[in-house]
């Protein structure tokens, strides 16, 4: 029988294995999503704000189990996986608040006695979703699609198979109806099995660019909505006038926070000439101070990246880059010892064409980038195939807003980290993906927009 294994990426043990279900098995489940479809969609927004609340209050109670579980599975740093499931409940509660507004009928003045906009559900969706934030990734889809009136399945990553089984007990606990949300453990060869199905309305993914293409063709050929939220290579422009200290700060946290393994997060920094070696200098020290350790620990930074596959392949990256001509100043070198552990990396003299400047480093590895000027600096930073998150740091913020604006990204956010928050719409452009998440665009993804004229 096949299973799935979950590995502490810390120590290298298996946590444990997991039974996978069938392709069979996941289409009945999904058969009886869709019936419990019919039942839900009937509920009231008042009744499923009620369990929505309710299941925020489990992740309140259950935040250090939930947290622990995390940390365990994919090396996530205890204090950034406490606020992960606080994150969660806030997601929760926002929606359970807001979404009878989000989806309020509109009114449109016409010559018809009554015409009106209103947005009904679609039916199942199928969520297919990574490993790096276990808990978060699963709830943000699903907080909206189920207060729209939809229903949901999850294809969770492998080797996060605990925390995809403890968000399904979540629901349960909260009171959902069994079939509202489902955690389906398949083998990703069945995910098209699954596209495929006439019980499935649409589909959401996390995950690479190149997972992206595969499903949305999928997904085209069998004409289902899709929202893509793919990789990113986020430019973080450092102008000459900054607060180096807060500067190197913020570009210390976002490169490290989650084990760098965040598609939102720094790892381009677009540095003015002016103050280009000032800022190597001071950021090149908080990167070395930041303390790599067992996850568990509450001092530790930064823990080990999620597999060692993924360590492996980010130090191939790395090596390829210096190959191409690209100097690295920190890190760079395997650690002896058990886990998937790499240290804080940085790379520089970096030009469009190499490894570290064109791609994707889902790691602990910054690259700083030399820029002569405002102007050079959007272009080094628009100079890519990615466009999820940007900022720019500058004591000066009409400088900051004119520099955001001109960014090619579907966020830019100035003297602050790009964040995902449930007020705001989230997403991004070129091959980090379409669609939205979050907010109202986020919650209207997946409905029926639908017209109503009234003669």
């Known amino acids: 029988m096949a299973t799935s294994k979950s590995i502490n990426p810390a120590t290298g043990e298996t946590i444990k294995e997991y039974t996978r279900i069938s392709t069979n098995e996941a289409l009945e489940k999904i058969a009886a999503s869709k019936k419990e479809f019919h039942q839900w969609k009937q509920k009231t927004f008042e009744e499923r704000a009620k369990l929505m609340y309710a299941l925020a209050d489990v992740l309140d109670s259950n935040k250090e189990e939930y947290a622990q579980l995390a940390t365990r599975e994919m090396g996530k740093v205890i204090g950034q996986a406490r606020k992960e499931i606080e994150k969660c409940a806030w997601v929760c509660r926002y929606y359970a608040e807001h979404a009878a507004t989000l989806l309020a009928d509109e009114d449109v003045k016409t010559e018809a006695t009554k015409s009106y906009v209103t947005f009904q559900p679609s039916g199942v969706v199928l969520a297919v979703m990574p490993w790096n934030f276990p808990f978060y990734q699963a709830i943000r889809f699903a907080a909206p699609s189920l207060m729209a009136g939809n229903t949901g399945v999850l294809k969770h990553a492998s080797n996060v198979q605990g925390c995809a089984l403890a968000i399904e007990e979540a629901f349960l606990k909260a009171g959902f109806p069994k079939g509202v949300f489902t955690n389906l453990n398949v083998d990703s060869k069945d995910v098209k099995k699954l596209i495929e199905d006439k019980n499935i309305a649409a589909i959401t993914l996390t995950g690479s660019d190149a997972a992206g293409r595969s499903i949305a063709a999928i997904a085209g050929q069998n004409l289902k909505k899709t929202v893509m939220e793919l990789g990113g290579s986020d430019a973080y422009i450092i102008l000459d006038d900054v607060d180096l200290e807060k500067a190197t700060d913020l570009a210390t946290l976002g490169r490290l926070q989650n084990n760098g393994q965040t598609c939102i997060a720094a790892k381009r920094f677009i540095v003015h000439d002016a103050i280009y070696d000032d800022f190597l200098a001071l950021f090149t020290t908080k990167m070395k101070a930041a ?164 003669d």
């Open 291 to 454: 303390k790599m350790g067992e996850p568990t620990n509450e001092d530790s930074y930064y823990g080990p990246m999620a597999r060692l596959d993924l360590r492996d392949e980010l130090h191939e990256q790395v090596q390829k880059t210096i190959q191409q001509g690209g100097r690295l100043v920190l890190g760079g070198t395997i650690p002896e010892g058990k886990g998937a552990y790499y240290p804080a990396s940085i790379l520089v003299d970096l030009k469009p064409g190499m490894e570290a400047f064109d791609n994707e480093l889902f790691g602990p590895v910054a690259s700083v980038i030399r820029a002569k000027d405002d102007a050079h600096a959007v272009e080094l930073a628009n100079n890519s195939q990615f466009g999820l998150g940007s900022g720019v740091f500058t004591k000066d913020i009409q400088r900051g807003e004119k520099l955001a604006l001109q960014l090619e990204a579907g966020s830019s956010f100035v003297n602050k980290l790009v964040v995902s928050d449930p007020r705001l719409p989230f997403g991004g452009i070129k091959n980090s993906g379409y669609g939205r998440e979050l907010a109202a665009y986020g919650i209207r993804e997946f409905v029926n927009t639908k017209t109503i004229w009234i």
